[in-house]
């Protein structure tokens, strides 16, 4: 399943999403944004789709799999849009952060790790859509520490 469709067939198709014009409803400094959050989507899920469980959770010569390195750029960019909304970390994205590190007893079924991939990627790209571009300026704090960015 893809989050957004590809560009139409043709030419266009294997032109990347920055190159395609400005996504539509989205202000203009947030480009950048929509637009790499638009080429993930188009190019990550079907990757993934590719693994089952046993090649996404081996870790070659010792490396992090692919299943950490996947639920951590979902967990990182859930994080990060609820600290662009103003939002505290809730339980539940506290629990989602441990579950990143899971051990081989308890991480969780690839197949639940490609959804929550997508579904994150789909919010993000909403937000985005949905943030005035005057908002931009609001400060925000960040983490426990409440670090200003």
Known sequence: MRLLPAAAAGEEALTEPWLRGPTPGVAPALQPAAHALRQVSEELPPLLATLGDAE????????APIGFHALHLAGSLDRLCAYARGEALSAERLAAYAEENASAETRPPFARVRDVVERTLLAALAQVEATPEDALREPREV??????S
């Open 56 to 63: 996404a959770w081996a870790r070659p010569g010792g490396s």
């Open 143 to 148: 983490g426990r520490a409440k670090l200003p």
